[in-house]
């Protein structure tokens, strides 16, 4: 065993030691954390606008901050970009994380001196926790590489500018840098297909042991690497023994993945964002990750059944209950305050307390009532791939209103890597599992308002194609899974078989 392999090892111990002390205490690690957010933030224009120092409890604090999304907080992150201090939070961020809007165009989310420490010790934390409960190091010797946007970054008024992946990047630890890939300079190429072009050329023929990035984008490079070197990935990197990833829920990808690997490794699941780092997954026996207490965010819950009604009940961790499906909201110190995050979760564990995400509060079917999430469909692909022998590289799916025949229905655009052995039972078992799950639905095909879904295939590098028409190509961009009308249907139309 390496020096680097032993430090690692007593470094994980340590770090796990830590953290049990608030893994076990976790109401009083978020009361901490949200006492330290209201008083860092009492002399800032937000906190004047909303009494800061008027709030002495939780209470206090729901009937004085609403919940926001970002277009209701953009009048104070304008004062920012103005070149205004101690707006949100004391003094200025450090960064701006650009993001794609949805009505406003480009979203500029605050990074702190805190937030961005707490960022990196989690995906460090992450890392330390699989070493402590795996035992495995051999790793930490070999190449890494992070699949992720360009690290070269803009400057707005003395703040800087980027994609949170390339803000990241300025962050990799010195012990870890003559491990990285890719270069500097490779990581710099905006244009994605060029960028993996380049990163095969400098990886190919190297000692890869970890591999990280959201599983879409990291298909695409597994996908190239196996037709240049005509190898399979596992064989090409003999010692490749993590894949960690976020963004997506990676079940749909594995037996692609897999296939390509050409044998099985582990991974980590990582629930990061512009607007934090959430969650990770601490154990290789149990789903779900680990929901991050001590980190600088204070959480709230509202049932998704709820949100979108005029007072919608607030809760914290104290109150939430398993398997329901909330929206999370979060006030940071980086300044979100009472910030709808978009993303849904639900809690299977409560000691300690563990989740998944289940979709995005925006991004669900209920053309007729049916509220279809992310975690329905793609536990239903999970099943159906699993009992066909399938293998997809994409999929998304939309309502069918107005069909030309017959009854309004689901449609599920699927891009194939491997046809099912049999497509009536890959769809038999889609359209079974959906009903499972979801007792709209059910009640909505026994009704006989819908039928049973369709499937439409997508052509080869079909999704790929879509995202390149939106400019969405590689880096942190993902593919909707769920859509209510039919605009990602008609964006990927022109891809179908």
Request: with cysteine.
């Given at each position: 065993?390496s020096?680097?392999?032993?430090?690692?090892?007593?470094?994980?111990?340590?770090?796990?030691?830590?953290?049990?002390?608030?893994?076990?205490n976790?109401?009083?690690a978020?009361?901490?954390?949200?006492?330290?957010?209201i008083?860092?933030?009492?002399?800032?224009?937000?906190?004047?606008?909303?009494?800061?120092?008027?709030?002495k409890n939780?209470?206090?604090?729901?009937?004085?901050?609403?919940?926001?999304?970002?277009?209701?907080?953009?009048?104070?992150?304008?004062?920012?970009?103005?070149?205004?201090?101690?707006?949100?939070?004391?003094?200025?961020?450090?960064?701006?994380?650009?993001?794609?809007?949805?009505?406003?165009?480009?979203?500029?989310?605050?990074?702190?001196?805190?937030?961005?420490?707490?960022?990196?010790?989690?995906?460090?934390?992450?890392?330390?926790?699989?070493?402590?409960?795996?035992?495995?190091?051999?790793?930490?010797?070999?190449?890494?590489?992070?699949?992720?946007?360009?690290?070269?970054?803009?400057?707005?008024?003395?703040?800087?500018?980027?994609?949170?992946?390339?803000i990241?990047?300025?962050?990799?630890?010195?012990?870890?840098?003559?491990?990285?890939?890719?270069?500097?300079?490779?990581?710099?190429?905006?244009?994605?297909?060029?960028?993996?072009?380049?990163?095969?050329?400098?990886?190919?023929?190297?000692?890869?042991?970890?591999?990280?990035?959201?599983?879409?984008?990291v298909?695409?490079?597994?996908?190239?690497?196996?037709?240049?070197?005509?190898?399979k990935?596992?064989?090409?990197?003999?010692?490749?023994?993590?894949?960690?990833?976020?963004?997506?829920?990676?079940?749909?990808?594995?037996?692609?993945?897999?296939?390509?690997?050409?044998?099985?490794?582990?991974?980590?699941?990582?629930?990061?964002?512009?607007?934090?780092?959430?969650?990770?997954?601490?154990?290789?026996?149990?789903?779900?990750m680990?929901?991050?207490?001590?980190?600088?965010?204070?959480?709230?819950?509202?049932?998704?059944?709820?949100?979108?009604?005029?007072?919608?009940?607030?809760?914290?961790?104290?109150?939430?209950?398993?398997?329901?499906?909330?929206?999370?909201?979060?006030?940071?110190?980086?300044?979100?305050?009472?910030?709808?995050?978009?993303?849904?979760?639900?809690?299977?564990?409560?000691?300690?307390?563990?989740?998944?995400?289940?979709?995005?509060?925006?991004?669900?079917?209920?053309?007729?009532?049916?509220?279809?999430?992310?975690?329905?469909?793609?536990?239903?692909?999970?099943?159906?791939?699993?009992?066909?022998?399938?293998?997809?590289?994409?999929?998304?799916?939309?309502?069918?209103?107005?069909?030309?025949?017959?009854?309004?229905?689901?449609?599920?655009?699927?891009?194939?890597?491997?046809?099912p052995?049999?497509?009536?039972?890959?769809?038999?078992?889609?359209?079974?599992s959906?009903?499972?799950?979801?007792?709209?639905?059910?009640?909505?095909?026994?009704?006989?308002?819908?039928?049973?879904?369709?499937?439409?295939?997508?052509?080869?590098?079909?999704?790929?194609?879509?995202?390149?028409?939106?400019?969405?190509?590689?880096?942190?961009?993902?593919?909707?899974?769920?859509?209510?009308?039919?605009?990602?249907?008609?964006?990927?139309?022109?891809?179908?078989?």
């Amino acid at each position: 065993m390496s020096l680097k392999a032993i430090a690692a090892k007593l470094f994980a111990k340590r770090i796990d030691k830590k953290n049990t002390k608030w893994i076990f205490n976790p109401h009083e690690a978020q009361e901490r954390v949200f006492k330290a957010l209201i008083a860092n933030a009492k002399n800032t224009k937000f906190g004047k606008d909303h009494d800061f120092s008027l709030i002495k409890n939780y209470s206090d604090f729901a009937k004085q901050v609403p919940i926001r999304d970002y277009e209701e907080l953009k009048e104070y992150i304008e004062k920012i970009l103005e070149g205004k201090d101690d707006v949100l939070w004391p003094g200025k961020p450090i960064y701006f994380a650009k993001t794609s809007g949805t009505t406003s165009g480009a979203k500029y989310i605050p990074i702190t001196k805190n937030s961005i420490k707490n960022q990196v010790e989690a995906s460090r934390n992450a890392i330390l926790n699989y070493i402590h409960e795996t035992g495995n190091t051999d790793f930490v010797d070999g190449k890494m590489i992070f699949l992720q946007g360009s690290p070269v970054l803009e400057e707005k008024n003395g703040i800087k500018l980027g994609r949170l992946s390339g803000i990241s990047a300025h962050y990799v630890p010195g012990y870890l840098q003559k491990n990285r890939l890719p270069s500097w300079e490779t990581n710099c190429i905006e244009d994605w297909e060029t960028k993996v072009d380049e990163i095969i050329k400098e990886t190919q023929n190297e000692d890869m042991s970890v591999i990280a990035g959201i599983p879409s984008w990291v298909q695409m490079y597994f996908e190239k690497l196996n037709t240049k070197t005509g190898k399979k990935v596992g064989e090409l990197f003999k010692n490749f023994k993590l894949f960690i990833y976020g963004g997506v829920n990676y079940e749909p990808y594995r037996s692609k993945f897999e296939n390509l690997i050409g044998r099985k490794v582990d991974s980590i699941e990582l629930f990061p964002a512009s607007e934090g780092f959430f969650a990770y997954q601490d154990s290789q026996k149990e789903k779900g990750m680990l929901l991050l207490l001590n980190a600088g965010i204070f959480y709230e819950f509202v049932k998704t059944d709820d949100f979108f009604s005029e007072n919608p009940e607030r809760i914290t961790i104290k109150d939430v209950e398993l398997g329901v499906n909330y929206a999370m909201i979060i006030s940071t110190d980086a300044g979100l305050w009472g910030y709808n995050l978009g993303d849904t979760v639900q809690f299977i564990s409560l000691k300690p307390y563990k989740i998944i995400v289940s979709g995005r509060i925006k991004h669900f079917i209920s053309a007729f009532g049916e509220h279809v999430i992310a975690k329905e469909v793609e536990e239903a692909m999970r099943r159906a791939i699993e009992a066909t022998d399938a293998q997809i590289n994409e999929f998304t799916v939309a309502p069918q209103t107005a069909p030309e025949n017959g009854l309004p229905y689901h449609e599920w655009f699927i891009e194939f890597e491997k046809q099912p052995t049999d497509m009536d039972k890959f769809c038999l078992i889609l359209d079974k599992s959906m009903q499972e799950q979801n007792s709209y639905y059910f009640d909505l095909i026994d009704g006989k308002i819908l039928q049973q879904l369709k499937v439409t295939k997508v052509s080869k590098d079909g999704f790929q194609n879509y995202m390149k028409t939106l400019g969405k190509l590689g880096g942190q961009n993902k593919v909707q899974r769920l859509s209510n009308d039919r605009k990602v249907a008609e964006g990927i139309a022109p891809f179908i078989l």
